[in-house]
């Protein structure tokens, strides 16, 4: 990892575009790539720099991306871009708000999530080595098209020009380094690179690419530092390219993970965000997602076809083909298949919750069982408890949510409901289709069934004139 850099004056954020190609209501730098939005990425990269200053353009959909970045980044100033005229007249506007600044201005763009603080870092030290008075970020593609091309001196040192893709001559377009929009410039070179600026070019807008050109005119020094990682280079413009770059942060995401010890069976189908903690020993098993602040401790299995959101996984746990959702599942606890574990169930270790079980609000107990076909919400299960198949916790009596306790080493039966509020002692047993609503004590039985009766005759009364029941046939 590079170290850090200091004295930076101000990062530039570029933010202010229409996003039209990803045909949405939602502005496109809060589309997600790994759980998290586009802008935050850029956020993180900038912040690795510890600038002084830090300015995102807004301008399309400006209440969207400024509410956003109230809650992920309160420290961010932002500008408005009213009309879009160009980067250069976004980076004008970035700069408004800075007044006279002095010293060193990185740019940059939302919506290249795979961007690097460490990446920047380095941009900031070429910046400096060179006594540049702009540096920029390129690459190589096999495929430039789109993209800025990178024109050198003739002696290929530093970079003479930029000329964008509708500017270029038959030549340049078979130039293969492009210009990933990526800049350290110097304060007061910046500022007079852009009041120079004109709108004489094939988009009649403003080109901050044009400032290296006049930098170069003043006799300036201006070189490249070419990364090695395309990715980090790549924009998102449409929902295409958004899962392409989820597709590529996801595989580096999984690779990661591998290579801290955690085996992925099948990374094709294996999604991870990158907020998600994995210990040791962890195993994902194909068609498994794991999203938000999820921690999974070590040895534990999860998958396949699981979904674990904001949940916390203990040491050993398996969770079969379920989704868990705000839930705490201690260590060497068992779920599934075909659970549902809502917000706010917690598993103590060595739990068992077998298939088709919805839980909700719940705590249960070490070692306690439901193991199939039960509805537990707003409700407390002690330990080494078991409860049936079939039980529901009746937790809402129409008006309001209520709960109900049951306590250690108890028994539900199967097909039984407890109404609550109703609290069962330790080691009180419920007998299987009761409907219970008072409270039962200590090893007490409760019965609360109608009493069974037999009534001769029923079937061949309700079934007068038709072919006689013959004992032992079938259809």
């Known amino acids: ?22 045909k949405s209501q939602t502005s496109k730098l809060l589309h997600q ?6 802008l935050s990425y850029a956020i993180s990269a900038a912040d690795a720099l510890t600038p002084q200053n830090l300015v995102v353009v807004v301008g399309h959909q400006r209440e969207q991306v400024e509410q956003h970045l109230s809650e992920i980044a309160p420290h961010v100033v932002t500008a408005l871009q009213e009309n879009q005229n160009g980067t250069g007249d976004a ?16 740019v940059t763009y939302g919506d290249v999530p795979l961007l690097t603080g460490e990446t920047l ?91 290296v050109k006049f930098a170069r005119g003043q006799g300036l020094a201006v070189h490249s530092m070419v990364t090695a990682d395309r990715w980090q280079t790549e924009g998102v413009n449409d929902r295409v390219q958004l899962a392409a770059m989820n597709r590529e942060y996801n595989r580096r995401l999984i690779e990661k993970a591998q290579r801290a010890g955690v085996t992925v069976l099948d990374p094709a189908t294996t999604w991870l965000h990158d907020t998600v903690d994995l210990g040791s020993d962890v195993t994902l098993l194909p068609g498994t ?30 969770v079969i083909r379920s989704h868990v959702e705000l839930a705490v599942i201690g260590a060497g606890a068992s779920v599934g298949p075909f659970a549902n574990l809502r917000p ?3 598993l103590a270790p060595a739990v068992k919750v077998g298939a088709f079980v919805e839980t909700k609000n719940v705590r249960v107990g070490e070692g306690a069982k439901l193991p199939h076909h039960v509805y537990a919400g707003d409700a407390t299960i ?19 949510k209520q ?27 419920v007998a299987s289709g009761s409907v219970v609503t008072d409270a039962v004590g200590t090893g007490e039985l409760a019965v609360a069934r109608g009493k069974q009766r037999n009534i001769p005759g029923y079937v061949e009364d309700r079934r007068a004139g038709e072919a006689p029941i013959i004992e032992g046939a079938s259809e």
């Open 121 to 211: 870092i380095d941009l900031v030290r070429a910046h400096r080595e060179h006594g540049d008075a702009v540096t920029l970020l390129t690459a190589e593609l096999d495929d430039p098209h789109g993209y800025g091309r990178i024109v050198r001196d003739a002696d290929g040192d530093q970079v003479a020009a930029i000329v964008e893709q509708k500017d270029c001559t038959p030549e340049q377009t078979e130039i293969t380094e492009i210009n990933a929009g990526i800049y350290v410039f110097s304060a007061d070179v910046l500022r007079a690179g852009l009041a120079s600026l004109t709108t004489d070019n094939a988009q009649g807008e403003l080109y901050l690419t044009d400032v």
């Open 91 to 106: 980076v004008r506007c970035g700069l408004a708000p800075l007044g006279d600044l002095q010293g060193e201005v990185v």
């Open 33 to 38: 790539v790994a759980g998290r939005s586009m």
């Open 1 to 22: 990892m590079s170290e850090q850099v200091g004295g930076i004056a101000g990062v530039v954020v570029l933010a202010a575009g229409a996003g039209t190609r990803m």
């Open 289 to 318: 997602s794991i999203e938000g602040a999820t921690s999974v401790a070590s040895g534990a299995t999860i998958g396949p076809d699981t979904t674990l959101i904001d949940a916390e996984v203990g040491e050993g746990a398996k």
């Open 382 to 400: 002690g330990a080494r408890t078991t409860i049936g198949a079939g039980v529901v916790f009746d937790n809402n009596d129409g008006f309001a």
């Open 403 to 429: 709960s109900a306790t049951v306590g250690a080493d108890a028994f539900v039966g199967a097909q039984s409901v407890l109404v609550a509020p109703v609290e069962l002692a330790d080691g009180a047993h």
């Open 344 to 346: 706010g169930t917690q």
